[in-house]
């Protein structure tokens, strides 16, 4: 079940569209994770070539056989370095579907989620050393009501951090489990899941710093991407979504355009459509973890509008 679940591209036919995909083009996957997005761009080049990264060890299980193909068993937050080894400088599209695989929340081991009694985890590259459960043993409760705050927003997240710090000073959190008996009767009975989501939705960001690696990846993808190029973006939430619509926007993470001195528009990127695109309830049936998917697609331009 886990393998199929993983094998569920979101959003599949509209990112590769949003491609717009040449046949000879190069195009980069920066998050391969069960392969489905890495398989129809493949379907869609002849000549072409397409780089994929992921973090995650258990991805290089899901590798394709095709010499068209390479995967590069690293965080995307490098991939630009990792192009020019491999003598790429420019390439023709870019792929980002951002957030945790159906495989990593479905496998008890990892301690992504709260239905599982499991150790607390929620690393994705699982040779990394700090795991949610050390983050929870060395933060203080300042530090902590941060990230519950950033990271989950929370309203009260000081509270929540209280309430943690409180029961891991009396039994130490170690545990999915843990976690979220130390905060239940915190939330309403009917938003208690959706509550328990976001606590464990900060510190998964957190473990894995998910924000810096984003901002560093966007932040690549003007240098890399050929005027034309289009760069692709499916999110999660709404952290995410906010800095992928900003730097889509304005070349930045606040939104803010920049002018020259003639009043003209100096943006790497002019958004393709208007709004992001959402799955149909078509998909959501299939796939209810779609649900939250938001996709948004950007074309590089020379910088001046």
């Given at each position: 079940m886990i393998a199929e679940k993983y094998h569920i591209p979101v959003l599949l036919g509209e990112s590769i569209a949003g491609l717009a995909?040449?046949?000879?083009?190069?195009?980069?996957d920066l998050t391969f994770g069960g392969g489905g997005h890495a398989k129809e761009i493949l379907r869609k080049l002849k000549a072409g070539r397409l780089v994929a990264f992921d973090r995650d060890p258990a991805a290089a299980g899901q590798t394709i056989n095709d010499n068209r193909f390479q995967l590069i068993p690293h965080n995307y937050r490098y991939f630009s370095y990792y192009l020019q080894y491999l003598g790429i400088q420019k390439v023709d599209g870019i792929l980002a579907d951002l957030g945790v695989s159906s495989r990593q929340f479905d496998d008890p081991e990892r301690g992504f989620s709260f239905r599982?009694?499991?150790?607390?985890?929620?690393?994705?590259?699982?040779?990394g050393t700090v795991r949610a459960a050390d983050l929870i043993d060395q933060m203080t409760a300042e530090e902590m009501t941060q990230i519950l705050r950033q990271y989950g927003e929370l309203n009260r997240a000081d509270r929540i951090a209280g309430r943690i710090i409180h029961r891991h000073e009396i039994h130490p959190i170690k545990t999915t489990g843990d976690l979220a008996d130390a905060v239940r009767g915190l939330f309403p009975k009917n938003q208690e899941n959706k509550m328990l989501a976001k606590v464990f939705q900060a510190f998964r960001i957190a473990v894995n710093d998910e924000q810096n690696s984003l901002r560093e990846m966007?932040?690549?993808?003007?240098?890399v991407l050929r005027s034309g190029g289009r760069l692709?973006?499916?999110?999660?939430?709404?952290?995410?979504?906010?800095?992928?619509?900003?730097?889509?926007?304005?070349?930045n993470f606040t939104g803010s355009i920049q002018t020259d001195l003639r009043g003209n528009r100096r943006v790497p990127f002019v958004p393709v459509g208007r709004k992001a695109i959402q799955p149909g309830t078509d998909e959501t049936d299939r796939n209810p973890r779609a649900r939250s998917a938001r996709l948004r697609i950007a074309e590089r331009t020379d910088m001046i509008t």
């Open positions: 995909i040449r046949p000879a083009g190069i195009y980069v599982y009694d499991a150790d607390l985890d929620m690393r994705m590259n699982t040779v966007l932040m690549q993808t003007s240098a692709v973006v499916i999110s999660y939430h709404s952290l995410e979504d906010r800095l992928v619509k900003n730097f889509m926007r304005a070349g």
